[in-house]
T-cell receptor
């Protein structure tokens, strides 16, 4: 089955850049997603990247995709204390008519120190 | 912008009782998904519906059932509740795009506690 791996914890100082890494297994994955979850809250779609791209930038967020190595990363520039949350990487394998089933990693707890 | 609306946000039930969760997708979204997130776990796919028909089924217990109605809202029915059903239940919605993919937006979730 699909196996999405992420490191569980990351701590950074406010103002520094954060890089959260993820590896996935299904080479057919069409979209790869990053979601943010704050304590007791829902899953907020941060950004996504289509599998035929290798980079996507959205304000402070940069997503890099290495399809050969099945490696995805999320870089947050100028990290703020409000960025402290759990970040989930998710892959969406291309199964034809059953698009939309996401496989999530265990999440990376990002802690930002003032 | 309108988001995915879930109700209730919190629910406490006793073992062996029944619970129903509701989900209202983003307007014009035709696909609804249900996920279950246990404490400290990643979300796990349960079931999805496309144009009111079940389109995919994951690790949904037989005690659970779901449907999507003509107005595209969906309900997840859970019977004979067990302590292990305590979790955050997410609904998500999307619409198929021309390229064949779709972006998936999640609701805030419904917290179910079984006591």
């Amino acid at each position: 089955g699909e196996d999405v791996e992420q490191s569980l914890f990351l701590s950074v100082r406010e103002g520094d850049s954060s890089v959260i890494n993820c590896t996935y297994t299904d080479s057919s994955s069409t979209y790869l997603y990053w979601y943010k979850q704050e304590p007791g809250a829902g899953l907020q779609l941060l950004t996504y990247i289509f599998s035929n791209m290798d980079m996507k930038q959205d304000q402070r967020l940069t997503v890099l995709l290495n399809k050969k190595d099945k490696h995805l990363s999320l870089r947050i520039a100028d990290t703020q204390t409000g960025d402290s949350a759990i970040y989930f990487c998710a892959e969406e394998p291309d199964r034809g008519s059953t698009l939309g089933r996401l496989y999530f990693g265990r999440g990376t707890q990002l802690t930002v120190w003032p | 912008a309108a988001g995915v609306i879930q109700s209730p946000r919190h629910l406490i039930k006793e073992k062996r009782e029944t619970a129903t969760l509701k989900c209202y997708p983003i307007p014009r979204h035709d696909t609804v998904y249900w996920y279950q997130q246990g404490p400290g776990q990643d979300p796990q796919f349960l079931i999805s519906f496309y144009e009111k028909m079940q389109s995919d089924k994951g690790s949904i217990p037989d005690r659970f059932s779901a449907q999507q109605f003509s107005d595209y809202h969906s309900e997840l029915n859970m019977s004979s509740l067990e302590l292990g059903d305590s979790a955050l239940y997410f609904c998500a919605s999307s619409t198929r795009q021309a390229l064949g993919g779709n972006t998936i937006y999640f609701g805030e979730g419904s917290w179910l506690t079984v006591v």
